[in-house]
């Protein structure tokens, strides 16, 4: 089964489970192919969770959640060692050693917490008790974060959220997906989820969608639009080179599962927004939003 055919059918599947989020869905998919980690950003209830774990059984993924809360430690995601009955030294993996990491509400956790976390993700490996632990292969984490107007949260460090490939912005559904939704749990369909691909055709994915083509005009476009947000007065800190590397590869992931060999810009404009909003930050007195700031790129690049 080729890319194409393959994100389809993982699509297709996804669909029966979860009502509307398509680009939601396909953004997560993106990441998933392109080898990177996801924010997903929305209020509670409105499937984040679900839809992560419907993508984990699709693929045939080993799934893990971890639920933040204040007080969750370091040692409670990477692991930890201890003292067995016969006073032997035993390691206790923790649940980043998956292939495909929950993390839910990232922004109730406390900020060593998170940094902990998210070191882990860069490296891919765990450090526990002087050993250099590598994490499976495939792995790429989802976090969840609620909007910073829920009480509880805090907010993810820029510093940090650079380290996620794309934040994806999970909103209400419409009346008619909220319909669809009731009738898929009435029917209780999403106990049980067709397993479509493995993580080998992952990985297969994975080192394919390294040989789409980049054009010469979509390099310089990347990075005129990361540059941009450097230089807009509303911005006071623009995106990191990091921008320029999630879109190339989501870019090209983004060209593998539509059948094409080459990026365009027309990939790069739909990524812009997962890509650059939680990269940059924004002055308080400018009256416009960092979806605003970034239409407004787009909207004027050649």
């Known amino acids: 089964m080729n890319a194409k055919d393959a994100y389809q059918a993982v699509l297709a599947e996804m669909r029966k489970h979860i009502a509307g989020q398509d680009e939601a869905m396909e953004l997560m998919f993106i990441s998933l192919v392109a080898n990177g ?3 997903l950003e929305g209020v509670p209830g409105v499937a984040k969770t679900t839809m992560a774990k419907t993508l984990a059984n699709a693929v045939q993924a080993e799934f893990k959640r971890v639920q933040g809360t ?5 040692n409670d995601i990477i692991g930890y060692t201890y003292r067995d009955s016969d006073n032997s030294v ?27 976390l998210l070191e882990t993700l860069e490296e891919r490996q765990v450090s526990i008790a002087g050993q250099d632990l590598k994490l499976p292969n495939p792995f790429m ?14 907010p993810l460090p820029k510093v940090l959220a650079d380290r996620f490939m794309v934040k994806i912005d999970v909103g209400y559904p419409s009346m008619e997906q909220e319909a669809e939704m009731l009738r898929i749990k009435e029917s209780e369909i999403a106990l049980d989820v067709k397993k479509v691909i ?3 055709a992952i990985m297969q994915m994975q080192n394919d969608a390294k040989s789409i083509m980049m054009p010469d005009d979509v390099v310089q476009y990347i990075t005129k639009i990361v540059d941009a947000t450097r230089n807009d007065i509303h911005v006071v800190m623009g995106a990191s ?15 593998l599962i539509e059948g094409r060999k080459e990026v365009t810009i027309s990939d790069i404009k739909f990524l812009a927004k997962p890509v650059l909003s939680h990269r940059i930050a924004v002055r308080a007195t400018g009256g416009i939003g960092v979806k605003g700031i970034i239409d407004g790129i787009v909207a004027t690049l050649q």
């Open 37 to 39: 980690h996801a924010l």
């Open 70 to 74: 204040p007080d969750l430690q370091p």
């Open 90 to 116: 035993k390691l206790k993996k923790g649940p980043v050693f998956t292939n495909i990491l929950l993390v839910d509400e990232l922004n109730r956790t406390q900020p060593k917490t998170m940094s902990a």
């Open 241 to 255: 080179p990091r921008a320029d590397i999630a879109f190339m590869q989501c870019g090209k992931a983004k060209s």
């Open 141 to 154: 984490a989802f976090a969840t974060q609620n909007p910073l107007n829920i009480e509880g949260t805090v």
């Open 198 to 200: 493995d993580t080998n």
